[in-house]
């Protein structure tokens, strides 16, 4: 994976005024995800970038299946190795299967397996149900219903 153009910033330099958004921010591992991070520089943008990111991934009334596809789209546009890698989570814990990625963004489904089997292999899982399982357990994902999930209330996956 390639470095980051903007590093986050590191949590002793976080600006006071984005410090508790980002500590409520915190995974169960007491991690804040680096795009919340990088965000971090410029506080201003962050509110307002929270704020179209909730409502993308709450307040939307587009499918979750449809939603982390257009993501998805975007970041393989983009090449952004990062936004495929965390709404890749999100997508699977969706339903999204590599065959359906793939038909919908005009992939390979080898591709999409290749860059799925990349995120399980850095991050040391045997395959989709343990990816599932990472995703809500570290709040990228809630579960509704069995078989249905649902974007976390903290907006971590954007």
Known sequence: MSEPRIPPLPSDQWPESVTGT??????????VLNIFATFARHPRLFKRWLALGGQLLQGSELPAR???LLILRCGWNCR????WGQHARI????????EEIGERLNLSPRTVQTHRSNILRKLDLKGTPKL???AVENGFTQVQSVGTALPAASSRST
């Open 22 to 31: 980002l500590e409520a921010l915190q995974g169960p591992d007491g991690q």
């Open 132 to 134: 599932i399982a990472f």
């Open 66 to 68: 449809d939603r982390e």
């Open 80 to 83: 952004s190795d990062y936004e």
């Open 91 to 98: 997508g699977a814990s969706a339903g999204l299967s590599d």
